[in-house]
């Protein structure tokens, strides 16, 4: 029985898992984004984010304990100064896993995880989502406009601007 056992073993011995983890989460930090395992990419949420949660608090501490995890002084670097100014405000929940297709070779599950700050394609959604404006049914005031807008031609209101122009080319001349 596997009773209080959370984490996922991955069928590796713990020190190659722990390298492993290491090497993932230095690559998440560095590239935002990396497509594993459906298997993976959960076990290296919960490695992941406790150390976003760290960077938060920028002391020599902090910078120690994720660096004993890390194992690269770049990508502690970058996770210290540039994500963790994005998730400040954050609660959690930094990380995002997508399924996608099963891999041809051998039928795993794939999945992309990446940091959810990072993500521009959900942003821009989000923003076009928000513009849009779609109204079901008639409005009352557009049945009282939509004879004015017939009832004066275009060609009226262009000609007048046309003059001016005319007449204001000819003033610089």
Do not use: C, W
Not at 148 to 161: F, K, N, S
Request: glycine fraction near 6%.
């Amino acid at each position: 029985m596997r009773h209080g056992k959370k984490n996922n073993h991955l069928g590796r011995t713990d020190s190659h898992r722990k390298a492993m983890l290491a090497n993932m989460a230095s690559s998440l930090i560095k590239h935002k984004r990396i497509t594993t395992t459906l298997a993976k990419a959960k076990v290296l949420r919960m490695y992941v984010e406790p150390m976003i949660t760290k960077s938060k608090t920028d002391t020599t501490h902090s910078r120690r304990i994720v660096f004993s995890y890390l194992q690269d002084k770049e990508t502690v670097t970058e996770l210290f100064r540039d994500i963790a100014a994005k998730v400040a405000n954050r609660p959690g929940g930094y990380t995002r896993i997508i399924k996608l297709n099963n891999r041809l070779g051998d039928n795993a599950e794939m999945a992309l995880i990446e940091l959810v700050d990072y993500n521009e394609v959900y942003g821009k959604e989000a923003d076009s989502a928000e513009k849009k404006t779609t109204r079901r049914g008639r409005s009352k005031g557009k049945k009282t406009d939509a004879p004015a807008a017939e009832a004066t031609p275009a060609t009226t209101t262009e000609a007048p601007a046309a003059e001016t122009a005319t007449e204001v080319e000819g003033e610089q001349a």
